[in-house]
Each structure stands twice: as structure tokens, then as C-alpha cells.
């Protein structure tokens, strides 16, 4: 088996190779720690990780002054705009920065990937180019944080970008629909699973980083009960974790065997995936230094032009195809005990018929 995307989500009927938790908050963690990673290998980035946290600290307190809203309101063009109801000025912002960090995840989660023109182009969705904006001289915090926003929209078709929303009572009217045909099922069936099953949901509660404890827990959970329903809070989604637990078991005992688990040390859902490789079941995990989410997963063009992609990627392809003949050869042997009576006997098999299993 090759695991990709999350590395074995519930691959493995008994046993699961993820941790499941209602704060998410690895996640963010994992992206700030690939903004700092940015700029530690490259030096024209150098400024990106304290420029970043600059710009989160600025906003942070930006929304609570006139002066400070009405910036975010003209840059960003915020609809509904910032402090039009000072009743709910907490949970507006909130709902901003959710939205805006948002941007920046998705950004970071495929920085790279050979998936299309808007990740492997060299001025592509990637997490170097998110700090050539972060980076400009001739940009204020609001102008650096906006120019990604813009840039975000770009690649995905807006010329210019769409005014910033912040309709949270609109998305929930959206997300709300139950029909099948909906523009948001998709999403919906995603945060049922969130809501009801694995928890995950992105927050930043992590202590005093970049982003600045911006996203509560308390702002998901609200985001939980207004779209489904709202008994769920908590304890309604620890005590569903615990019975996923009970279900699938923990994954520290995860005992899968004849399977590859690849992760991108710039992937965010590689904080709850497996990671301990163990010979004697033959599972084999490998880290692409550079990677993001399902990196292996699209074909490695390392001549196309204009790519960015990281060079290890190409390492970690090759011990997929690698590992994919032996797990195959080694299925053959599983039904073949007749022929080879134990795994000395397949060592021989495997060394005598070498060629056969890939580079």
C-alpha cells in the first residue's frame, strides 16, 4: 500500500496512522515553522518569518482603533466591513484573521506541487513566493498581507481580486445547504467529519506564535453549531474522538505491514501522520525536505519550465516505485509459501531477480 494525501488516514481498517483531537492547532504550527524554513534557506527571504509576525501583531491590534479598521476596510475592501457592527467587533475580527491565516495554508500546503500551473510555476502559490511579498520594502503590514490576497486570487482566476469576505452569517446560510448539488457540499461533508468525527479543526492555540492566537478553539466550535447543530461543543466532539479511537485504535499501535508512507516537511498533515519506520513489517516513511501535501502524488517534471519543485522530491518517487515492486513480489511470495519457505528464502529471490524490482 501506498499511502498518500494524509499519510494512511484510516488506511488500515484496525488501526489508523493519524491522531485525532478537536484543536488542530499543529497545523498553523506547521506552517509557521515552514515560513521559518523559508527564510533560513534563502537569504533573499531572510526578513519573511519577522516581517510575518510583524503583520499578524499589526492587525491584531489594527482592529480594535477607527483608524486601524478603516486601513483593513480600504485595502482590503472587507464586505462586510470591519466595526459596521461594534456588538460583534470580537467575532468579525476573528472571523478575518480565520479567513486571511486560511489563504495562507492553503498557499503553504501545496507550495511546490507539480499539481498545475498555480503551484509549480516558478511565480506560482508557493511558500517562497508568499514571502516575496512579505518581504516588499515598498509595502506597509495591510499592503504586504493584501498583495497575498491578491496574489491568492490571481491564480485562482480574479483580476482584480473579490472584495475580502466576511460574511460569516452568509457562508453559513451556504454551507447550510443540504442538497447534494450545492457549491459547498463538499465542504460540508468535510466539516461533518470535523465536527462530528475527527476533530482537526485549524486553530491557533499554540502559544505565542506568528499568528498570534488569532483563532480560538471557541470560534470552530460556533462554526460547528451553526452550520449542523448546536448540542456540539467540547465535550460532544471528545467523547465522538474517543469512540473514532475505539474504532480505529491509536496510533502509536499501528502495525501495518508492506506499506510506504511519504510526507512533505512543509505539509501540515504531516504532524499526525505516522512517521517511525519499522523493517520488520516493512513499512517504510519518508520526509521530502521541501515537500507539501500529496507530493508524491503528481509527476515529477523537474524539466518543465518555469518549475520550482525541490529536487528530493525525485528521491522520495523513486523509493514509491522502489517499495511498490517489492510489495508486489513480496505479495507473489505471500501466496507462494510452497516456493519460499521464509524471508531468507525471499532475500534470495529478491537478490536474484533484482532488476525486476525497480531502481
Not at 488500515?12 to 506552517?31: D, G, M, W
Not at 450545492?182 to 505565542?208: H, I, K, Q, V
Not at 453549531?225 to 474522538?241: A, C, K, L, P, S
Request: charged content about 15%; overall charge negative.
Amino acid at each position: 500500500m501506498i499511502a498518500t494525501n494524509w499519510p494512511g488516514p484510516l488506511s488500515a481498517p484496525s488501526n489508523p496512522l493519524i491522531h485525532f483531537s478537536p484543536t488542530f492547532s499543529e497545523y498553523t504550527q506547521k506552517v509557521e515553522q515552514a515560513i521559518w524554513w523559508e527564510s533560513q534557506v534563502n537569504k533573499n527571504n531572510a526578513a519573511c518569518y519577522n516581517n510575518t509576525r510583524d503583520a499578524f501583531e499589526y492587525i491584531r491590534t489594527a482592529v480594535y482603533t477607527e483608524s486601524g479598521r478603516n486601513e483593513l476596510n480600504r485595502v482590503f475592501n472587507v464586505q462586510p466591513p470591519l466595526g459596521s457592527n461594534m456588538s460583534t467587533i470580537d467575532f468579525d475580527s476573528t472571523n478575518f484573521f480565520a479567513n486571511l491565516i486560511g489563504i495562507i495554508n492553503v498557499i503553504d500546503q501545496y507550495s511546490f506541487d507539480d499539481r498545475g500551473p498555480s503551484t509549480i510555476n516558478s511565480s506560482g502559490l508557493n511558500i517562497a513566493n508568499f514571502c516575496g511579498f512579505m518581504i516588499d520594502p515598498k509595502a506597509n503590514h495591510t499592503e504586504r498581507l493584501y498583495n497575498v490576497y491578491a496574489w491568492y486570487y490571481s491564480w485562482n482566476g480574479y483580476s482584480p481580486p473579490p472584495p475580502f469576505d466576511n460574511d460569516y452569517w452568509g457562508d453559513m446560510d451556504y454551507f447550510r445547504d443540504v442538497s447534494f448539488q450545492s457549491g459547498g457540499a463538499a465542504y460540508r461533508g468535510w466539516m461533518w467529519l470535523l465536527c462530528n468525527e475527527f476533530g482537526w479543526l485549524p486553530t491557533t492555540d499554540f502559544g505565542y506564535g506568528i499568528f498570534q492566537n488569532l483563532v480560538p478553539l471557541s470560534y470552530y466550535m460556533k462554526y460547528c453549531q451553526d452550520i449542523f447543530d448546536t448540542t456540539i461543543n467540547n465535550d460532544y466532539i471528545e467523547t465522538n474522538i474517543a469512540a473514532t479511537f475505539q474504532k480505529y485504535g491509536l496510533p502509536s499501535n499501528y502495525n501495518g505491514s508492506n506499506v510506504v508512507l511519504p510526507n512533505g516537511s512543509l505539509d501540515g498533515w504531516g504532524t499526525i501522520g505516522c512517521n517511525v519506520s519499522d523493517d520488520a513489517v516493512h513499512r517504510k516513511v519518508r520526509t521530502t525536505i521541501g515537500g507539501a501535501h500529496c507530493v508524491d502524488m503528481y509527476p515529477y517534471t523537474q524539466n518543465t519550465p518555469g518549475s520550482v519543485e525541490n529536487s528530493d522530491v525525485i528521491n522520495t518517487i523513486n523509493l514509491v516505485k522502489q517499495e511498490s515492486y517489492i510489495i508486489k513480489y513480496w505479495k507473489n511470495y505471500e501466496l507462494n509459501k510452497c516456493y519460499y519457505k521464509n524471508r531468507t528464502d525471499f532475500g534470495k529471490y529478491y537478490s536474484k531477480n533484482r532488476a525486476d524490482f525497480g531502481p
